[in-house]
C-alpha cells in the first residue's frame, strides 16, 4: 500500500520527517548534516521518541484505523524502514482464564507443570517452555511477572526450535536481590547472557509484580523494566556481534538474526508467575517517491 501524507495540520511534519529520516539512514549520511554531539545526542533522542510516540498512539482504544495508520519513526538502527506502522489494538496472548494459544515446543498441550491461578499463569512444577502458538516479526510485548526467592525464569522471543528446544534471545527474570553475586548479564532485563542493564538502572521489585516489555523493531532490540529503559542493542552492529562473540551463543549464526520467531515463557525449575501479557505488531514502511514524501507499507 502506497499512502500520501498531507493530511489534518500533522501533514506537513510527518512528510518532513520521512525526508530526514532518508537523508539520516546511515550514520556517515547523517553526519553530512549533524556533527559530533549534535549528531549522537539526535540520534538517541530519535531512538526514544519513537518508542514514546508509539506509545502514545497506543493509549486508548484505537491504535490504527484503515485511514490514519499510527506512524512510528524508526529506532536509530533498526534498518532501512523510515517508520513503523501498528498493524491494529494490543493483542492480548493469555486471556487470564485458561492456557488457550499456548503450548509445548512440538506444539501439543502445555506441560502439567504450567497452570492458570488467580488470574496468573503460574510455573507451579517442571513442565517445559510455554509456547504461544504465533510468530512474530516487529512488536512491542507488554507482560507482568513475579518470580519466587532465587528464582530464575525468561521470556523469549525470535525462537527457532533445535533438536525439540527451543533457543532465541531472552528477557532474563532473576532474583537479583537475594543472590547479589550474580553477574550482570545475568541480572533481570539483561539480554541473557550478552548483553548487560544499562549503568545505574533499577532492580527487580521482589515479593511483587513488575512490569516487562519487549521492543523489537527491525534490528532494534530494547528491554524495558517497570518503564524503565534497561538494554538497547542494534543486531548486526559492531558492538553487538562482539557481545555475542563472547558469549554462549557465538557459534550459533541464527542467534538474533532470525527475523521472524515465537515467543516463549522459560521453565527453568522455578516458581514464575506472569500476567497481562500482550503484544502489538507492527510492520515496517519505506519512503517512496520524489523526496520520501510518499510511504509504501
Known sequence: MIRWDFKRGAAMRVALGAVVAAMCATPAAEAKI???????????????????????????????????????????????AAFYVAKGLKTPLFNGVDLSGWTSVEGGAPGEGWKVVDGTIFREKN????????????FILEFEFKI????????????????????GCEYQIYDDINDKKNPPRYQTASLYDVVVPREGTSKIKMGEFNRGKIVVLGNRIEHYLNDELIVSINVGSPEWNELVGKSKFKDMKEFGTTAIGRIFLQDHGCQVWFKEIYVTELKAAYPVGCLGLFYRY
Do not use: M, Q
Open 34 to 80: 549533524f556533527k559530533g554531539d549534535l549528531c549522537r545526542t539526535w540520534r538517541e533522542a530519535k531512538c526514544r521518541r519513537a518508542v514514546a510516540l508509539f506509545e502514545r498512539g497506543v493509549e486508548g482504544t484505537s491504535v490504527a484505523t484503515p485511514n490514519e495508520p499510527t506512524i512510528v519513526p524508526a529506532p536509530v538502527g533498526s534498518g532501512a
Open 127 to 138: 513442565g517445559g517452555d510455554l509456547y504461544f502458538d504465533g510468530k512474530f516479526e516487529n
Open 148 to 167: 519466587s526467592e532465587k528464582g530464575n525464569s525468561g521470556v523469549k522471543y525470535r525462537s527457532w526450535n533445535t533438536k525439540g528446544y527451543g533457543l
